[in-house]
């Protein structure tokens, strides 16, 4: 047994990041700044004493030699970015990292999955994780670093059409999944962000490999997933930025997966909701107000769906003016605006490609432009209900809501430029299509708006080849299963 005196205090967090630790009650200065969940700190005389024998020695060598390959590999596959190479030299020297795959192929997957699928933490953008935040958790959680690692080799595979690559990145699935698994057995773990965080990259490995209708209930499963651990984390996970943000982009997922199965949002999701309103800014709060307007949708829809509503017609316009009104009383800092000619800039035909027609938006931020498009997609969907229920009392009612349905959807496709990052909201930069976070989110808004047309229509075949875009250069497959489904059916959204 070998005695080491020195010993640190300080978090986890500080510890991973080399600093120092003020060991502050209950969350360190450093972890606040940071905008860290805080993992609290160890007692030192639990680690002053370690088994020091040859065994654990030997691993200890080997386990370094696999780290130092790491970050050799890592320096190796992504030159070309500063911000990529940071991610994977961090990531990579981390223990938890599968010591199953080549080097050069891990470095490359957690590279890829902070490149594309992270923002930067210049993007302060509520609804997604910072890169800080995911290095954080992935330092401290081999849950979310094996998911991590899934995810990132799932993009690779999809891109470079590799099939050794996916079956690599489901072998890493399933291990994270065994993880997580394991962790939800204990109390303490299920409930905190490391395996809310997991369980949500697994959800994005269901969309990036999605190819089949069972992928889609597989990404549905891993959905329900999330919104049981929502409900059982309670309260408090939105008293702090990293739970706040988790929380705010699970819903979108959850409550697009109601709304496309026609189901009732869990009664969990709306009431934090309308707790988190009290914790955001009051202009912020406009979006949890409309998760509660969008939530009587997908309840009117599931109604409608096993026969259960005998007011169809008349709730779904009273919703509907709901959300009209919803829109009239929003701040500024949601207001986008509408650019009524393409950039005049040296644009490839390829991205000229993704303005449907001369106008495009710009938006304050991507949540902005996602909550626009939930909005938009909720009137559709209500719309349509009423078209598809009841006889219209008059011809030009008729022809008003298909109207109303039509701009609705156009709007959907004019936001496409601005999710993609082809502009940006200061309307000075073009950046090219070399970031994967908008496709994630342009997706199901995509796929409604396509479905108010029918086979053939430009809308639709416009729809269809930029989904199939998407898919390609994106590596998203749910892109390419939605490209399919809209060219094989005429069939309204389900």
């Not at 959680?141 to 595979?157: D, F, I, N, Y």
Request: with cysteine.
């Amino acid at each position: 047994m070998a005695y080491r005196p020195r010993i640190s205090k300080g978090c986890g967090n500080c510890r991973t990041r080399r600093i120092k630790c003020d060991q502050a009650e209950p969350t360190c200065s450093q972890c606040v700044r940071a905008f860290f969940s805080c993992p609290g700190y160890r007692d030192p005389q639990q680690v002053h004493y370690r088994n020091e024998n040859e065994k654990v020695r030997s691993r200890v060598r080997s386990a370094q030699y696999r780290a130092q390959r790491r970050v050799s590999s890592a320096k190796e596959t992504a030159p070309q970015s500063r911000r990529a190479f940071k991610a994977a030299v961090v990531a990579q020297s981390l223990q938890s990292l599968p010591a199953s795959l080549p080097s050069s192929t891990s470095a490359e997957s957690v590279g890829f999955f902070f490149r594309y699928y992270v923002l930067d933490d210049v993007h302060n953008i509520p609804i997604y994780l910072s890169a800080s935040q995911m290095e954080a958790l992935a330092a401290t959680s081999p849950s979310v670093m094996q998911s991590l690692v899934a995810v990132g080799l799932a993009g690779l595979s999809n891109i470079k059409k590799s099939t050794d690559l996916r079956t690599k990145a489901t072998e890493e699935y399933t291990q994270a999944l065994h993880l997580i698994n394991s962790a939800l057995k204990d109390e303490t773990q299920r409930k905190s962000d490391a395996t809310l965080a997991a369980t949500m990259l697994l959800g994005m490995f269901e969309v990036l490999t999605c190819n089949t209708p069972s992928s889609l209930q597989s990404w549905a499963q891993h959905v329900r997933g999330a919104a049981a651990l929502i409900e059982m984390r309670g309260a408090e996970q939105i008293k702090w930025i990293v739970g706040m943000r988790m929380f705010t982009h699970l819903r979108v997922q959850i409550i697009a997966s109601c709304l496309h199965w026609r189901l009732s949002v869990p009664t969990s999701i709306v009431h934090w909701s309308l707790q988190a309103m009290t914790e955001r800014a009051t202009a912020d709060a406009k979006a949890d107000e409309l998760v509660d307007l969008v939530a009587s949708v997908a309840r009117l829809l599931s109604q409608a769906r096993m026969n259960l509503a005998f007011d169809i017609v008349p709730s779904a316009a009273t919703i509907d003016g709901y959300l009209r009104r919803w829109r009239h009383s929003l701040p500024p800092r949601w207001t986008y605006q509408t650019v009524r000619e393409p950039p005049r800039r040296d644009r490839s035909s390829s991205h000229m490609k993704f303005y449907y027609t001369q106008v495009y938006h710009l938006y304050p931020d991507l949540w902005a432009c996602n909550i626009w498009n939930f909005y938009r997609s909720a009137r559709i969907l209500l719309n349509q209900l009423i078209l598809n229920t009841a006889e219209i009392s008059g011809q030009a009612e008729h022809v008003q809501i298909r109207q109303t349905v039509a701009q609705l959807a156009t709007e959907i496709a004019e936001s496409v430029p601005f999710a993609l990052r082809l502009v940006d909201n200061g309307a000075t930069e073009f950046p090219s299509l070399d970031h994967c976070l908008g496709g994630f989110t342009i997706l199901w808004p995509l796929y409604v708006a396509a479905n108010t047309s029918p086979l053939g229509s430009t809308l639709r075949e416009w729809v269809v080849e930029r989904l199939e875009t998407i898919g390609n250069d994106m590596g998203i497959g749910q892109a390419q299963f939605m490209a399919r489904t809209l060219r094989n059916t005429c069939a309204s959204v389900p």
